[in-house]
C-alpha cells in the first residue's frame, strides 16, 4: 500500500473522529442548555391540551432520551397531569416538535426524505453514513409511514388553485394504475391474474399534471422541466349504488387538478390508455376536456393483432402492422377499422381491437391533435407509475400493507412534486412555542 493512500486513510479516520467529537461536544452544550432552562413550567396548574380544562398540576420534571441531529440527548421537561382526562404532558415536547415521537423534527426529515427514496433498511444506512444518526430500519419504517400519513391529511386539506398568471396555456392530466405487491391478508376474496383467480397485488391508481409549452427541434410540444406533479393512492375510483360523493381517487385527482389550475386553464387535455374508468371520471369531472388516447397503447394494440395474425417478425406481420401505425398517425381511423374488420370473425385479437378502436376513435384524432400541438402519448404518466410506485415499492421481497404502502407512496408524491419543503415549513410553523 502506497504512502499516499496510507495517508488518504488516515485522514479519513481523523475527519471521522473529529466530526464525531465535535457533534458530541455541541450535543452535550445543548443538553445542558435545555436542562437549566425552566422557562416551559407554566406554574402549578394549567390547561390540559387534550381536554382544555384548567385542571393539568405540576408533577416534577421527567426525563427523556430523544435523537436529534447532533446526537442521542437526555433532557429534563416540566411534566402536567390532568385530573380531568388522566393524561400527562409535556409543553417543551411540543415546542420543539417532539410530541410526536423520540426523533427531532430534523432527524424526522431526514427520515421521511430516506424513506421516500430507498428502502428502510437503506435508509438506515444512509442516515448511519452521511449524517452519523443512528436509527434502527423499524424506526425509519414507522416515522416514514407515520410522516406519510401525516402528509395523507394534509394533501386532502391544502386545497387551493394557483394564481391565473401561473397556470400554463395548456394543463395535461395522465390517469394511469399499476400493481403493487402486498401481504396475503390485504388480497383475500380479491379476484386476481394468478393462474388459480387470485390477487397478489392492489392497484395504487395514479394522476399526473403537466405542461408541455416547450418544442424541440421537429416543433413536438416537450414536457417543461419541472411542471410535473403527482397524487397517486390504493383506493377507489368505483362509484357503488347509492353513493352521494364520487369515489375516493375521483376525489384525488380533483383535489390535484384543483391545485395546479387545471380547470382554469385555456386547454385542458386528459391522456388516458383506454380504460373506460378512467373516461368515466373524464366525462363526469372534467367535461370540457380534451381526450386523447394514448398513441403508444393504440400502437400496441395493432402491433398485439399483427402478431396473432402473421406470427413473430414475419414480413407480413411487418407490413400490416407499418400500414396500420401510418393510418393511426394520419388520422385515418376508418382504414383501420376497415383493416381490422377483415379478420374480426376469425381472429380474436382483431376482434377486441375492432372494439377497442371503435369505442376510443374520437380521441385517436392524432393528426388533428398534432397539429394543435398537443401531447399525444402518456410517457409521462407511464414514467410515473415506475418512478412514483415502481421503483420504491416494487423491489424484490417486498409486500406491503395498503396502510404502509398508501403512506410511502403519498410521502413519494409529496418528495416528487415538490412538496416535500413546503410541508417542512408549514409544520414548523404550526409548533406552537412552550408556555
Not at 452521511?130 to 424506526?139: D, E, N, R, S
Not at 394533501?155 to 400493481?179: F, H, N, Q
Not at 387545471?262 to 371520471?281: C, E, N, Y
Not at 377483415?342 to 397539429?371: D, S
Request: glycine fraction near 8%.
Amino acid at each position: 500500500m502506497g504512502s499516499g493512500l496510507v495517508e488518504e486513510l488516515n485522514f479519513t479516520r481523523i475527519e471521522q473522529i473529529v466530526r464525531k467529537r465535535v457533534l458530541g461536544l455541541a450535543a452535550r452544550v445543548v443538553e445542558q442548555r435545555l436542562n437549566t432552562d425552566h422557562s416551559d413550567y407554566a406554574g402549578p396548574v394549567t390547561r390540559c391540551p387534550e381536554c382544555h380544562q384548567k385542571s393539568a398540576r405540576y408533577a416534577g420534571r421527567r426525563t427523556r432520551n430523544i435523537t436529534r441531529v447532533l446526537g442521542d440527548l437526555r433532557i429534563k421537561r416540566a411534566y402536567y397531569h390532568c385530573s380531568s382526562c388522566a393524561g400527562g404532558f409535556c409543553p417543551r415536547d411540543q415546542a420543539i416538535g417532539l410530541d410526536r415521537g423520540s426523533l427531532s423534527p430534523g432527524i424526522l426529515q431526514m427520515v421521511g426524505l430516506v424513506g421516500a427514496l430507498v428502502s428502510f433498511e437503506e435508509g438506515q444506512e444512509l442516515l448511519a453514513t452521511l449524517a452519523g444518526v443512528t436509527v434502527t430500519a423499524k424506526q425509519v419504517e414507522r416515522s416514514a409511514e407515520a410522516l406519510g400519513r401525516e402528509m395523507a391529511i394534509d394533501e386532502c386539506s391544502k386545497v387551493s388553485a394557483p394564481a391565473t398568471d401561473l397556470i400554463a396555456p395548456t394543463l395535461y392530466l395522465g390517469i394511469d394504475g399499476t400493481g403493487v405487491p402486498v401481504r396475503k391478508q390485504e388480497v383475500v376474496g380479491r379476484k386476481g391474474k394468478q393462474p388459480d383467480g387470485t390477487a397478489k397485488t392492489r392497484e395504487a391508481k395514479l394522476c399526473v399534471l403537466w405542461s408541455a409549452e416547450g418544442r424541440d427541434e421537429q416543433g413536438n410540444p416537450v414536457r417543461d422541466p419541472g411542471s410535473v406533479t403527482y397524487s397517486a393512492s390504493i383506493e377507489s375510483a368505483a362509484r357503488r349504488p347509492g353513493d352521494q360523493q364520487p369515489p375516493p381517487f375521483d376525489l384525488r385527482v380533483i383535489r390535484e387538478a384543483t391545485r395546479r389550475g387545471f380547470l382554469t386553464a385555456s386547454r385542458q387535455v386528459i391522456i388516458g390508455d383506454g380504460a373506460a374508468w378512467i373516461w368515466k371520471l373524464a366525462e363526469e369531472h372534467f367535461p370540457d376536456a380534451i381526450q386523447i388516447l394514448d398513441r403508444f397503447h393504440a400502437k400496441e394494440h395493432i402491433n398485439d393483432v399483427a402478431v396473432s395474425i402473421y406470427g413473430h417478425d414475419s414480413d407480413l406481420a411487418r407490413n400490416w402492422r407499418k400500414q396500420r401505425y401510418k393510418e393511426l398517425d394520419d388520422g385515418d381511423i376508418a382504414a383501420v377499422i376497415r383493416a381490422l374488420r377483415e379478420h374480426a370473425n376469425t381472429n380474436e385479437e382483431a376482434r377486441k381491437c375492432l372494439g377497442y378502436v371503435r369505442n376510443n376513435h374520437k380521441r385517436m384524432r392524432y393528426k388533428q391533435f398534432r397539429e394543435q400541438g398537443l401531447c399525444t402519448s402518456s410517457g409521462v404518466v407511464e414514467a410515473g407509475c415506475k418512478t412514483v410506485v415502481g421503483t420504491r415499492l416494487k423491489r424484490p421481497g417486498m409486500h406491503w400493507t395498503v396502510a404502509g404502502a398508501n403512506a410511502i407512496i403519498c410521502l413519494r408524491c409529496y418528495k416528487l412534486s415538490g412538496y416535500f419543503d413546503k410541508f417542512w415549513k408549514q409544520r414548523a410553523k404550526n409548533t406552537r412555542p412552550a408556555a
